[in-house]
């Protein structure tokens, strides 16, 4: 990293008060993001003669930003709510035939299970819940003994929520693909933090990701890619005004119509142009691009790697996979209760959190190899 994004990112986090590892928890916005909020909360406070157009255009500006960090089409750009609202799209707008299958890893994040548990209840389909007993990550091979035939759409998280494992994104889709099984994709544990290369999101269908996270973004958002393929084959089953063609022109509101905007904003929630949440997207969005996601993940992987070669190794041991780490590190304590190492960590003003009895430790780009020293140290009682 030069010294002049160096520079850039450490005037955008002045305003941490913590030693901040935890971005798989709630990832803190850059410091522009309180200009963009407050120029919105300006138009809140007095919306006189705010130009319906420039209102309205707000939720494809933020578009085409998420669709430049993907280097896709803002055709195939959905905004959302949450990562459960996105699968909720696929689990019921989806044509099933009687007898079709969807598949998941068992352990998954819920919003990656709980859809499809509920639309099993009154869709044709079967859930099937996948273990993967002592198999690290599924692979092709592992796919190819534990799908169903008559399997339709497999979801995954491309990093785990609790370990930190990460999914080989080219080989499980290029398997999907040869087997014309829908490959749906939870990006949120990873996309901010790390990139997704086109080559990967060629063999991707759906991909969300909730933007609070690595993203930087506002909590309340979430954002989707849907392939052509994916528009072709999912029903939008949410009427609202703001999808209609008609509502580029306020005078026409009234000549209705079920016909949507082209592309993935069919799938659009309802009042996406929301001015407050937007504020603080645009910040995010543009302090990502600046800098860059290809930088930014070489830069965490550097903070991992340094943490890897120097913390106590004698008092932890290693849940998440060397061969399959991304951002995320997973610690278990040998000996000791990981809920009162939260609690140590934390009056040294370091914060992470405590995922199914595991440290985990995020770095994201404003974190620093001093703070990581920090980590260690307090890590070594």
Known sequence: ????????????????????????????SPIRSKSTILAAMERELDPSFYAYDDWMSISEKLRIKFAALLKTSPDCITHSTS????????????????????????????????PWMLAERHKKFVFDKL??????IPTPEWLEQNLKPQTRIFNIS?????????????????YLRSKNIFFVVDATQALGGLEITPSELSYIDVLTVSSYKWMLGPYGHAFAYFSQKA????FHLNANWILSPNSKQVYNLLDYTTETLPGARQYDRGQAANLLCSGCLEGSLNFLLE????????????????????????????????????????????SGDSIALETELKKRNIDVSVRQGNIRLSFH???THQQVDELIKALDV
């Open 131 to 136: 273990d993967l007993g002592n198999t690290v």
């Open 158 to 174: 491309y990093v785990t929520f609790d370990t930190g494992k990460k999914m080989d994104l080219l080989g499980l889709g290029k």
């Open 83 to 114: 990562s459960s609202d996105v699968v909720n799209i696929v689990a019921n707008g989806f044509d099933f035939k009687e007898g079709d299958r969807v598949a998941a890893i068992n352990k998954d994040y819920p919003s990656n299970i709980l």
């Open 1 to 28: 990293m030069d010294e002049a994004t160096r520079s850039l990112i450490d005037k955008e986090y002045s305003h941490l008060k913590s030693i901040y590892f935890n971005s798989a928890y709630f990832g803190p």
């Open 231 to 234: 528009q072709d084959q999912i």
């Open 291 to 334: 800098v860059g996601l290809g930088t930014i993940e070489q830069y965490n992987a550097s903070l991992r790697d340094y943490f890897l070669e120097n913390y106590p190794q004698k008092k932890y041991h290693l849940v998440t996979p060397l061969e399959h780490m991304a951002n995320i590190v997973c610690l278990k304590a040998i």
């Open 365 to 367: 780009v404003f974190n």
